[in-house]
């Protein structure tokens, strides 16, 4: 079961918009909207921000926001604040055999 | 609310067995539903998903890691807990409990819910 595949890095300035990706195969991100998102600063566990491709969690800003396309994925954080600056990886459940797997992850600076 | 804490060694011996365990506060682990998880992160690196174990005792395991790795529940101390036979330096890393729904919960197929993490360093 090989990782999700996510840019390193990506970066924008404050009030601006980024945009993550997150490629799979039809066996993982193709196959089940069951992709999630976790936002990570150093140190710190990783916090559930997207879940079921475009779900939010109670607490979470409206300016975190997800979609799929066929094996891509993607997170868009809007209005970056420098709070946002931080490690993001996505997941998703990939089939009772192999079940979940997490994207390589993308660091998001603020810039 | 619901809280997660891992605990363990910090430090195993090459070709041992890591042990850890993840106490959960503020709930039951024999919640309908939810799935109890351990993911590893070594450092400088990202996530790897090593197993779940649903609530009822269903075990689900990394390919990858199947071999050597042992989840289970222990209801009456509300913990769960890991085992990963063999190790090696390749297996440093931070592992984090944490908490995962299904379909049949309100956070769908996510982990919601995460421990902060113990540092284990397999060393001799």
């Known amino acids: 079961q090989s990782a999700l595949t996510q840019p390193p890095s990506a970066s924008g300035s404050p009030g601006q918009s980024v945009t993550i990706s997150c490629t799979g195969t039809?066996?993982?991100?193709?196959?089940?909207?069951?992709v999630s998102w976790y936002q990570q600063h150093p140190g710190k566990a990783p916090k559930l921000m997207i879940y079921?491709?475009?779900k939010r969690p109670s607490g979470v800003p409206d300016r975190f926001s997800g979609s799929k396309s066929g094996n891509t994925a993607s997170l868009t954080v809007s209005g970056l604040q420098a709070e946002d600056e931080a490690d993001y990886y996505c997941s998703s459940y990939a089939g009772s055999n192999n079940f979940d797997v997490f994207g390589t992850g993308t660091k998001v600076a603020v810039l | 609310q619901l809280q997660l804490q891992e605990s363990g060694p910090g430090l195993v011996k090459p070709s041992e067995t890591l042990s850890l365990t993840c106490t959960v506060t503020?709930?039951?682990?024999?919640?309908?539903?939810?799935?109890w998880g351990w993911i590893r992160q070594p450092p400088g690196k990202g996530l790897e998903w090593l197993g779940n174990?649903?609530?009822?005792?269903?075990?689900y395991y990394s390919p990858s890691l199947k071999s050597r790795v042992t989840i289970s529940l222990d209801t009456p101390r509300n913990q769960f807990s890991l085992r990963l036979s063999s190790v090696t330096a390749a297996d440093t890393a931070v592992y984090l409990c944490a908490r995962r729904g299904s379909s049949f919960t309100s956070v769908g197929n996510a982990f919601d819910i995460w421990g902060q993490g113990t540092m284990v360093t397999v060393s001799s």
């Open positions: 174990i649903y609530y009822s005792g269903s075990t």
């Open positions: 079921e491709v475009t």
């Open positions: 503020g709930g039951s682990i024999i919640s309908s539903g939810y799935y």
């Open positions: 039809s066996s993982d991100v193709g196959g089940y909207n069951y």
